[in-house]
């Protein structure tokens, strides 16, 4: 029986489910037989590398620059390094080193993986999503050119499996994670599963309902004792990490308030109570960010919370009874949670059996069944031209988000006689439709050379295909010589070749 | 090397041209030189007559309207005669102006549209293909060699203009090879109501100055001119001083410091008159002027490092006086202000303020509004790496949550 697997690489844990016999997405347990494996890497010397739940409580009481956590956030920055104990590390590294635990486990129980798809939010940036591939990499995974699904729509997928009734209709999945929230919105028609729009919220999960939780808890002790709070000095003095107040909020969600204690040098150790109102209200304003991403999407797909047949809840967040109360109460339906913790990592395993149908057993087949999953693009590509009127940089946008894949556009420009032998091309991204080079992300910039001179305006033709596997080909043609640029950014690193920290830098394109 | 230029602007010249040269007694300006040119050479020998017969090559320029609509101002530059060449070659037609009112030595007739510049700089030129021409072939009758978009043009002054077309006939070569084999002159009488070059640089000092003074108003709004906030006036000012010519920059100079110790001294005792600049900037011919003023005030506004409530009110007032959008506006501040502060303290910068919600917007507005601040703060932060504004879009994501619970 082939391994097929999927990981939810998560911001405060990863989980790794796998395909059962029958055909069964079910999650395996971590070397410490638990399901979770908390995403946070504690170098405890210069070769002790501690991971999972072991560094996790260390956080905040280890020394700041030997422990990690949270770096998924930071993925997307690739000039970005950590200096420990001589050596520099990347979050990709620092995931890396928790896939590779996860896969060493695995696969010394379970013999090789055959197959693996791991989960990205769904508005990664491009960067990002190829950090996630070369940490998976590096960690030892052969991938497929189909190595990421976006979390929501593996939740989907793991909803739309399991549903007691087949799904039809448009259908809310929402995500609200360990670090970030997604809000998608899906055409369900049995088997077959349609992302119609998504639209995340990069710094909004579980980590910052903490940071309010610690907000609160400095209130108390200020009030207490008269002093002031710093999360980073005074919670080492109180002797309360991160990893207490992750569980003092766990537990705020089935009782309605708990005692903290804070063991003070002077004062003894004080307890101070923190009521479920009291953070309810303290995380409203991260409750108000997701209602608004919603309605965002909602405006994206052009629809109402009325047109809407059902709520799906994923990430662990959502097990806070606030943000499942908000949804309710947002759209007027009643969410669906099921498994919330898990479904983003079960639908990643389903993902994984159906795009590798021919490396399962019949029963694994039958169970998979005629899924069939339709993605959309994550982000808006474009191109930086000239205005010839104006004589400013503007961006056009040549493939806009939320485009059902696969999908390919063309469009055409020119080049006069000022502009010599050749053009410079750039290949733009950005959340939404920019037109401005300052707020889009430059992710690739080139050359088209060696063009003959022209003495009138003659086309250039820009064409964007991006495919199912989320590989963007670009090909840029002068059509006067036939010459042309191929460009390909796949997920795999080619993108990678391009110069670090490319971000348009206007002076190369002013006048001299 | 360059960048693209755009899709839009460019395939719509193309089509003006298309129209243009659809004129009467026009030529085809297909770019192939197989093309045959329409109104063609006649041979000496033939229909057309002997050479001698044709006479000698002139030009004429006529200002004709263009276009599906007939709107577009263009002057036609035509000719007529042999066209003496000893073997068959590829040709084309150079025209270039000169403004000669003022000068008879002429001075520059300079083009806002590439196609229609020299390859160097960005005089007047038209290169039109005339494909193959054979020894002893000429036209017989008017031909179209050249056009000028008029309204794309511009001259020393505004007002009626003498302009002397010069119009020669080149083998086809690459720009920099070209060399006339015969050419001939024309003039023409134009009038224009755009403000000239010549004038545009007076105009260009007195936006400065207008500009400057709302800079030196957004300085003090805070009730202090910072040194940072005077570094950034001079600095802001002497770059754009220097782009004139070194002869104009000495009295631009002297006027730009006498107005800006004024406009201090004004400021100090709170007579400076915000509403006049404000009233003077949107009637400059200055292409951009107001959009200029208000990023210079933005500039201002954030080079002290600590963004206040006053600097942000006054900022959006001069904003929306100045007939700039909401979401350039915005937009500017995204750009200049992510290194400072704003202000917390009491007094500090509202949330309002900090994402520009007009609150006198219906409750629907102000939740729309929101959605679409939300939107795009979302969006700039889940590509932007530098990690100043990735602080300043995660506090302006944060002022939105606060506000929509505040609103409803």
Not at chain 1, 13 to 21: E, I
Not at chain 1, 57 to 73: H, N, P, Q, S, T
Not at chain 1, 331 to 355: D, E, F, H, Q, T
Not at chain 2, 340 to 347: I, K
């Amino acid at each position: 029986m082939a391994n097929i697997i999927g990981i939810d690489l998560g911001t405060s844990t990863t989980l790794l489910a796998c395909l059962s016999n029958s055909g069964e997405p079910k999650i395996c347990n971590n070397k410490d037989d638990a399901p979770l494996t908390h995403s946070a890497v504690w170098f405890e010397g210069p070769n002790t590398v501690i991971i999972g739940a072991e560094a996790k409580k260390m956080f905040g009481v280890a020394k700041e620059d030997e422990i990690f956590v949270e770096y998924k956030r930071r993925m997307g920055e690739s000039n970005l390094s950590f200096r420990v104990h001589g050596k520099d590390w990347h979050p990709r590294d620092f995931s890396a080193l928790v896939l590779r635990q996860i896969r060493e486990h695995f696969e010394a129980n379970n013999g090789p993986i055959d197959a693996v798809i791991i989960t990205i939010p769904a508005n990664f940036s491009d960067e990002a999503r190829v950090n996630t591939i070369r940490a998976a990499q590096e960690a030892g995974f052969s991938l497929g050119n189909d190595a990421l699904v976006n979390e929501p729509t593996a939740a989907a997928i793991y909803y739309a499996s399991t549903s007691p009734t087949k799904l039809r209709g448009k259908y809310l999945v929402y995500d609200f994670g360990g670090g970030t929230f997604d809000a998608t919105i899906l055409d369900v028609d049995g088997d077959d599963i349609k992302v119609l729009t998504s639209m995340g919220v990069q710094e909004l999960g579980g980590k910052d309902l903490d940071e309010k939780l610690i907000g609160l808890i400095g209130q108390k002790y200020t009030l207490l004792t008269g002093k002031p709070f710093s999360p980073e000095e005074t919670m080492g003095e109180l002797q309360l990490s991160r990893w207490d107040v992750e569980q003092l909020k766990i537990t705020l969600s089935t009782r309605e308030k708990v005692t903290v204690a804070l063991k003070t040098q002077d004062r003894g150790t004080l307890r101070p109570e923190i009521t479920r109102n009291e953070f309810n209200e303290a995380i409203s304003t991260l409750i108000a960010q997701a209602e608004l991403a919603v309605e965002n999407a909602l405006d994206n797909a052009k629809l109402q919370p009325k047109d809407l047949s059902g709520v799906f809840l994923a990430g662990g967040s959502t097990l806070v009874p606030a943000v499942a109360e908000s949804v309710e109460r947002h759209l007027g339906i009643k969410p669906i949670s099921r498994n919330p913790v898990a479904s983003v990592a079960l639908g990643a395993c389903l993902y994984s059996a159906i795009r590798n149908k021919t490396k399962l057993s019949a029963a694994q087949t039958t169970a998979v069944g005629a899924k069939k999953v339709q993605d959309v693009t994550p982000h808006f590509f474009g191109t930086i031209y000239r205005n010839t009127h104006s004589g400013k940089l503007l961006v056009e946008t040549i493939i806009a988000k939320d485009r059902p894949l696969p999908c390919s556009e063309t469009k055409s420009f020119s080049r006069g006689e000022h502009q010599g032998d050749g053009v410079k091309v750039s290949i733009t991204q950005s959340g939404a439709e920019q037109t401005d080079p300052d707020f889009v992300d430059t992710i690739w910039s080139g050359h088209l050379k060696d063009l003959p001179l022209v003495t009138q305006p003659t086309e250039i033709k820009v064409t964007y295909t991006y495919d199912t596997n989320g590989i963007m080909q670009c090909r840029i043609v002068d059509v006067l010589s036939g010459k042309e640029l191929n460009v390909q950014l796949d997920k795999k690193g080619s993108i990678g070749h391009k110069p670090a920290g490319s971000k348009v830098d206007i002076k190369d394109y002013t006048l001299e | 090397m360059e960048i693209i230029i755009g899709i839009f602007v460019v395939i719509g010249i193309i089509n003006l041209l298309g129209n243009m040269f659809n004129g009467d007694n026009a030529s085809s300006t297909n770019t192939s030189s197989s093309a045959p040119p329409r109104g063609g050479y006649e041979g000496g020998q033939g229909s057309g007559g002997s050479g001698a017969n044709m006479g000698r090559f002139e030009v004429r320029a006529n200002q004709v309207m263009r276009g599906s609509n007939k709107d577009v101002r263009v002057i036609s530059i035509q000719g007529r005669g042999l066209l003496p060449v000893h073997r068959t070659m590829e040709i084309q037609f150079v025209t270039w102006a000169e403004d000669i009112t003022d000068d008879s030595g002429g001075e520059p007739v300079f083009c806002s549209l590439s196609e229609f510049r020299h390859h160097e700089n960005p005089t007047f030129q038209c290169v039109m293909d005339k494909g193959s021409l054979s020894p002893n072939h000429g036209f017989g009758d008017w031909v179209e060699l050249g056009v000028a978009p008029l309204d794309a043009l511009a001259f020393p002054r505004s007002g009626t203009r003498n302009i002397r077309f010069y119009c020669y006939m080149t083998e086809k070569t690459s720009p920099s090879l070209r060399k006339s084999l015969l050419g001939d002159t024309c003039y023409i009488r134009i009038t224009t109501e755009e403000t000239g070059y010549k004038e545009w640089k007076d105009k260009l000092v007195e936006a400065l100055t207008l500009s400057m003074r709302l800079g030196v108003a957004m300085a003090h709004a805070d009730g202090e001119f910072a040194r940072n906030e005077a570094t950034s006036i001079k600095d802001w000012l002497k770059e754009r001083v220097d782009r004139l010519d070194d002869d104009e920059q000495a009295e631009a100079k002297a006027k730009l410091n006498a107005a800006l110790r004024a406009a201090v001294a004004e400021a100090a005792t709170g007579s400076l008159d915000v509403s006049k600049a404000i009233r003077s900037l949107r009637a400059s011919p200055i292409r951009n002027a107001a959009y200029d003023a208000l990023e210079l005030c933005t500039i201002i506004m954030s080079a002290d490092g600590v963004i206040s409530t006053q600097e942000m009110t006054l900022l959006r007032e001069i904003g929306d006086n100045l007939g700039i959008s909401e979401q350039d506006i915005q937009g500017l501040t995204d750009k200049h202000t992510p290194e400072a502060v704003t202000d917390s303290g009491e007094g500090g910068l509202t949330d309002e303020l900090l994402v520009g919600l007009d609150i006198k917007l219906p409750p629907t507005e102000i939740k729309r509004k929101l959605r679409e601040t939300f939107a795009r703060y979302n969006s700039l932060l889940t590509t932007e790496r530098d990690q100043a504004k990735r602080l300043r879009y995660q506090e302006c994501i944060e002022a939105v949550a606060r506000l929509r619970k505040k609103y409803g």
